[in-house]
């Protein structure tokens, strides 16, 4: 965080190409996210900090803490990308920022619905900037991450997408709206909604069209919800 303000026009470029990589990769299959991350730090180590920076470090964060094993090590990452996009005044990046932190991060090392602050703080900055393919990422686990953490009743859950659902729907993002109804569905299925409560099909969700054109855009995180 104490590493110089990157000036070089090249390394600034570089990693705005290395933004829209990740973006496409982030949900992808493979590493690519992955090699993707590792090339932006490898950048600002050398060249100094840049608002990207602090989006590596989040997502570097979050993968030491998953896939590398390390969460203690994750965690400290994380904290630092949070100081460092306070200390660049990055915008543009909070969102991104806060959404890795809280999603990937915060829960290895503290109660997970803890982690509602910062996903709430991440909604607000990427209204104010526009970012709304993070904002949709966050109202997804901001409603419906109490499913899997279970601190929240069902019907309480269920309004909080009620809630935020005009705000997903203007987003446009069409996997995490199928995300959410997917969502729906897992509540419909433990209130007795459904007939086979084993299968997530019902009025909210088709499980095998959408997982089949899922499979088809190798959308790897809706179908690790559905695992």
Request: charged share 20%; hydrophobic share 40%.
């Amino acid at each position: 965080i104490e590493m110089r303000a990157m000036e070089d026009p090249e390394g600034l470029a570089a990693l705005r190409i290395c933004m829209q990589i990740a973006a496409a990769a982030r949900t992808g299959p493979g590493h690519l996210f992955g090699v993707v991350i590792a090339r932006m730090i490898a950048i600002s180590m050398k060249l100094g900090n840049a608002p990207a920076s602090a989006y590596a470090f989040a997502a570097y964060a979050g993968l030491l803490c998953s896939g590398l094993g390390d969460p203690a090590l994750g965690y400290q990452y994380g904290r630092m990308a949070l100081d460092l996009v306070e200390k660049l005044e990055a915008r543009d990046m909070r969102c991104r920022v806060y959404y890795l932190y809280a999603s990937s991060v915060h829960h290895w090392q503290n109660p997970a619905q803890e982690s509602s602050q910062y996903l709430l703080h991440a909604y607000q900055a990427g209204l104010e900037t526009g970012d709304l393919e993070y904002v949709a990422s966050v109202i997804f686990l901001l409603t419906c991450a109490p499913l899997w953490t279970g601190n929240k009743p069902l019907d309480e859950i269920s309004s909080d997408i009620d809630r935020f659902g005009n705000a997903l729907y203007r987003t446009g993002q069409k996997h995490v709206l199928e995300l959410t109804a997917l969502c729906r569905q897992y509540i419909s299925n433990l209130q007795g909604g459904s007939r086979n409560r084993a299968r997530l099909t019902g009025e909210r969700f088709y499980e095998d069209d959408v997982s089949a054109e899922w499979r088809n855009a190798d959308y790897s995180e809706g179908l690790y919800y559905l695992q």
